[in-house]
């Protein structure tokens, strides 16, 4: 074999295999090129700080994969500036359709106006995008009913509906710069206002909550643990001394739910004796082993399975021109215009349903919870 043939065997070999691998189901994270796919979709997610944002990052990129797509799967680190970004490298990619978890619903204006410039199609994933007409579709659960059934919950279980009372509540909210913390809270505070209102519920620190609209007067930014846990202790150490305990708690998710868990077991609460009633959000692993063990008293299970099911789905049938299948089509307006959305479920899981809901289901498995 000549010098001369065999350089360009090589050559040639290398060319192939550089084309091989161009044509992988997945992008390098850093891949800014500007060629186009009418395969690829692009995942943004908010952060992998908290369990439920892993699960359905990872989730929705293994359906979409399987259904034979190219993906490209961003976690922001909860960082706005972080999240547009990767927004822009991923438009550079020129996928068929975006699917975004945003971190602050009214930032993403600016990125996607460059999206709908070419034509990509963008699914706000969980919590809606604000004040931009260059979303086409949401798909969540439905938030209100989320707070709604947290709210239904205290009811029952301190038998306001009977009468009873007062008791001592102290009301979380989700991150001021989440839409969704809004739906979670007024579903909540639609039903227990009125006890609020007859005096059953007191709020011992005073927290100012006239209406719906005054959630932000007691939210927690960024639905960190920590902030939560540091504004329980604030509460309990200013207001609730000389034996007065606190009764309830509405946390809108287990993030919250565990800072207030931990704060509560640092003041020297013990469960079975004088723990208060605790909501929750999402049935995270930790906050279900704390319901087993009496600290918390329900969490809201948003199975995200079925919301990567969906939106999986959603991206099938815009890539293949097909109607988008929508349930609502008039309760998400972002500011711009009411976005169609789909809307899931969400389910009530108590000490007594742990196994029979998240271990039958699959979602945990028995060892995993210790059962």
């Known amino acids: 074999m ?11 070999l290398a060319a192939t295999l550089a084309a091989a691998s161009g044509c992988s189901s997945s992008r390098d994270s850093d891949d800014s090129s500007s060629s186009s796919s009418s395969n690829l979709v692009g995942i943004a997610m908010p952060t992998k700080s908290l369990e439920r944002w892993n699960n359905d990052g990872a989730n929705l990129d293994a359906l979409l994969k399987k259904a034979g797509y190219e993906t490209s799967l961003q976690y922001a680190d909860n960082k706005v500036d972080q999240q547009i970004t990767q927004l822009q ?26 999206a709908a410039a070419q034509k990509i199609k963008v699914i706000a994933y969980d919590r809606l995008i604000n004040s931009t007409a260059n979303v086409d579709y949401y798909a969540t659960f439905d ?40 739906f979670f809270f007024s579903g909540a505070w639609d039903v227990l206002k009125p006890y609020v209102d007859s005096g059953k519920l007191v709020i011992p620190s005073g927290k100012k909550l006239a209406s719906n609209d005054d959630w932000k007067n007691v939210a927690i930014d ?7 846990q ?46 208060p009633i605790i909501t929750g959000q999402d049935a995270d692993l ?14 809201v299970w ?12 959603m991206v099938d049938q815009i890539i293949k021109g097909e109607t988008v299948e929508t349930n609502d089509t008039s309760t998400y307006n972002n500011g711009v215009k009411v976005v169609p959305s789909y809307l899931l479920p969400p389910v009530v899981v108590t000490k007594d349903d742990v196994k029979t809901k998240l271990v039958d289901s699959g979602f945990y498995t028995a060892d995993k919870l210790g059962l």
């Not at 000549?2 to 050559?11: G, Q």
């Not at 919250?256 to 020297?268: D, K, R, V």
């Not at 930790?286 to 969490?299: C, E, F, G, P, R």
């Open 230 to 275: 540091s504004e329980m202790d604030n509460r309990l150490n200013s207001f609730y001394t000389g034996g007065k305990k606190v009764d309830v708690v509405l946390s809108p998710n287990d993030s919250l739910a565990l800072g207030i868990e931990q704060s509560l077991e640092s003041q020297g609460y013990k469960p079975g004796t004088d723990w």
């Open 2 to 12: 000549s010098k001369n043939f065999r350089v360009l065997a090589a050559v040639t």
């Open 143 to 182: 938030n209100y009913q989320v707070g709604k059934l947290q709210g239904e919950f205290i009811v029952e279980k301190l038998g306001l509906a009977d009468g009873k009372g007062p008791f001592n509540l102290e009301p979380f909210a989700g991150s001021s710069d989440d839409n969704n913390a809004k």
């Open 222 to 228: 960024g639905w960190t643990s920590q902030k939560a």
């Open 286 to 299: 930790a906050n279900v082993k704390n319901i087993l063990a009496d600290k918390q008293s329900m969490t």
């Open 89 to 114: 490298n991923m438009i550079n990619l020129n996928p068929k359709v975006l699917v975004v978890a945003s971190i602050d619903g009214t930032a993403l204006g600016p990125v996607l106006e460059k």
């Open 302 to 313: 948003k199975d995200t399975r079925t919301l990567g099911e969906q939106v999986s789905k």
